[in-house]
């Protein structure tokens, strides 16, 4: 791997420091305006790697790595940092909270207009997204983890007064975030012959078969989610559809809508969340807010969040609920995208929404998610090898390992990027919203990290680490060369030299997608390595060989020739044993350490002969 992602996000905190650090406060901002989730952003390219990599932790002062200071130096020293911290971190969550302590979610600046010169009113903008709950929910996690380690340090009484002060705040944004998210659940039913139906089938039905016989497998592969759906989704919304399921000639897609469902019920908590706001999102998933609510959902129940109990009993019921949608709509969508016998519907580039829209980076999400299903499930090498070919197809046609020299519609997915309607917005009042994503590339390169570290097969992982090093060359090529924002990201330009050249201000929401990517490397790195059997095999052998070496040295009695010859011998005694003890884990290192055994094992029987004449 080319990526050296320590190195890396040193560089970023670097930069993401003299950038939001200025005159003795934390800097809110960036190419897309002040938001609840922008600021997110910004503060996860600092917090995101110092919760999720151990060799960047800064909740521990004492413990903190030199070249991490260095970096950070413009935050302070070791003491100085996490103080900062906490007060930006808690600014953030009041600038964000409600003067009745509701906490907002509301997609502000981020938020487009279908009609171009359209004005977006104050009530638009203050409309709850789900990308807003997503990144509250990673942001709080990293912080109330930040604090509980954190604490165990602090000694000063009002220091340990701030510390329970934000860790309250964030358990109570928290609680919002997920509330949010089981009120932003939805599930389409439709009938299999609406134009929702027919783009369905027009999906799955790969072999041109008769439409009757595809609806009937396809429900009948739907069965166990459609039975789930209605029995154990209870609260939030999504659970009023459960009666028109029952109907056996409707389908179903399901997944998280943009915003609050309109008619989402309220959920029943004793968790302090403020208000909870009327809902005017379209009732119908959008693939982009499915993912990024899947992703959020994943950190929920991940090990670190049980480790160190980072919910409490009341988030524990609400996360239990996400849990189950999260599993039914992974396996929904791996269902759709993999059914059949012969080409997947995956593999028929572009994916095509039942909306009758078709874009590449649809077949990203769509991937994303058949790789989740196939974590949980164990999927064969083969089948993982089928959607490598789908990511390594997507990088040549969205030109991110294939040269573009001319405006194309290839390239508008990177910049502006796809814009898509946020159906209900327009219902308070105004223009209808729209939103837009132009993260292709690095979400293509952790989607291909990712997968690299699932696949155990040595030359398929070869080809996806490959893959990720021709992705980060495009990434590396598009960050900000020059000026204060140096080193951040984004500028097209510098893959498209077509493009307009003026993006000299950060994007904190591209820069901290790359951020997430150079964690998945650092994890990736961090794991074994693949297991090779036949290598395994050959270290076996090797090691018989070795050993019956070994133990004729021994009975022919060249440990009685010198004191050198026996610490000889004692020495590759010890190798032997340390090959033995890798051999399953690391084989190759076990080859490689054998082998070195033999060729000195060879030497003294050599001298041995050569002494008495044989």
């Given at each position: 791997m080319q990526i050296q992602p320590r190195q890396q996000l040193l560089d970023i905190w670097q930069a993401t420091t003299r950038v939001s650090y200025r005159d003795g406060s934390w800097d809110p901002g960036g190419r897309g305006g002040s938001n609840s989730i922008s600021d997110a952003e910004q503060l996860l390219c600092i917090l995101s790697p110092a919760t999720a990599v151990p060799l960047f932790r800064l909740d521990k002062p004492d413990g903190i790595s030199d070249d991490v200071l260095d970096s950070l130096k413009g935050l302070g020293d070791n003491l100085q940092i996490p103080q900062r911290l906490l007060r930006a971190l808690t600014d953030y969550i009041e600038r964000y909270t409600d003067p009745d302590g509701t906490p907002v979610f509301s997609g502000d600046t981020y938020f487009r207009t279908e009609a171009e010169g359209a004005e977006i009113t104050p009530t638009q903008r203050d409309l709850d997204v789900v990308d807003s709950f997503s990144i509250s929910v990673t942001l709080m996690l990293a912080i109330v983890g930040f604090t509980k380690t954190f604490r165990s340090v602090v000694t000063r009484p009002v220091l340990l007064q701030q510390v329970d002060n934000l860790e309250q705040l964030a358990n109570r944004r928290l609680s919002a975030a997920m509330a949010g998210l089981l009120r932003s659940f939805t599930v389409n039913v439709f009938s299999a012959d609406n134009k929702f139906g027919r783009e369905l089938i027009r999906t799955v039905n790969q072999e041109r078969r008769p439409t009757h016989i595809v609806v009937e497998e396809l429900r009948e592969a739907l069965r166990e989610i459609n039975a789930r759906l209605r029995d154990d989704v209870t609260i939030g919304s999504g659970a009023a559809e459960g009666n028109e399921l029952d109907n056996p000639n409707r389908l179903f897609e399901c997944g998280w809508s943009w915003g609050i469902v309109h008619d989402a019920p309220k959920i029943e908590t004793i968790a302090d969340i403020g208000q909870q706001r009327d809902g005017v999102a379209q009732n119908a998933p959008y693939l982009y807010f499915t993912t990024v609510a899947l992703d959020a959902i994943q950190a929920l129940s991940s090990e670190r969040t049980r480790l160190l109990g980072l919910l409490d009993a009341e988030q524990s019921r609400l996360a239990q609920s996400l849990q189950l949608r999260f599993e039914l709509t992974r396996s929904y969508w791996a269902t759709i995208a993999t059914f059949g016998s012969g080409r997947w519907p995956l593999e028929d580039l572009p994916w095509r929404a039942t909306d009758g829209i078709e874009f590449d980076y649809f077949s990203l999400l769509v991937s994303g998610m058949v790789m989740q299903n196939m974590q949980a499930n164990r999927a064969s090498n083969a089948e993982m090898q089928r959607v490598a070919n789908v990511l390594e197809e997507l990088a040549n046609r969205s030109r991110i390992t294939r040269r573009s020299s001319e405006p194309e519609f290839a390239v508008a997915v990177h910049y502006p990027g796809l814009h898509f309607p946020l159906e209900g917005s327009e219902d308070v009042g105004g223009p209808q919203l729209a939103w837009t994503?132009?993260?292709?590339?690095?979400?293509?390169?952790?989607?291909?990290?990712?997968?690299?570290?699932?696949?155990?097969?040595?030359?398929?992982?070869?080809?996806?680490?490959?893959?990720?090093?021709?992705?980060?060359?495009?990434?590396?090529?598009?960050?900000?060369?020059?000026?204060?924002?140096?080193?951040?990201?984004?500028?097209?330009?510098?893959?498209?030299?077509?493009?307009?050249k003026d993006h000299a201000h950060v994007s904190w929401y591209y820069t901290k997608r790359v951020v997430d990517c150079l964690v998945t490397a650092a994890r990736v790195i961090n794991e074994p390595p693949v297991r090779s059997d036949l290598l395994a095999q050959i270290a076996a052998d090797l090691l018989n060989e070795a050993d019956h070496l070994f133990d004729r040295e021994l009975l022919n009695g060249t440990t009685t020739r010198g004191e050198a010859l026996r610490i000889e011998l004692e020495r590759l005694g010890t190798e032997l044993r340390r090959a033995r003890s890798v051999r399953r884990e690391r084989p190759g290192v076990a080859v490689a350490v054998t082998e070195e055994v033999l060729r000195k094992l060879d030497r003294l029987s050599a001298a041995r002969r050569a002494n008495t004449g044989s």
């Open positions: 994503v132009a993260d292709i590339s690095p979400v293509l390169f952790r989607r291909t990290l990712d997968l690299a570290g699932m696949i155990s097969d040595g030359a398929m992982r070869s080809r996806l680490i490959e893959l990720s090093d021709a992705v980060w060359t495009h990434l590396e090529d598009r960050m900000i060369k020059e000026g204060d924002d140096r080193g951040l990201w984004d500028r097209p330009a510098g893959v498209f030299s077509h493009l307009d």
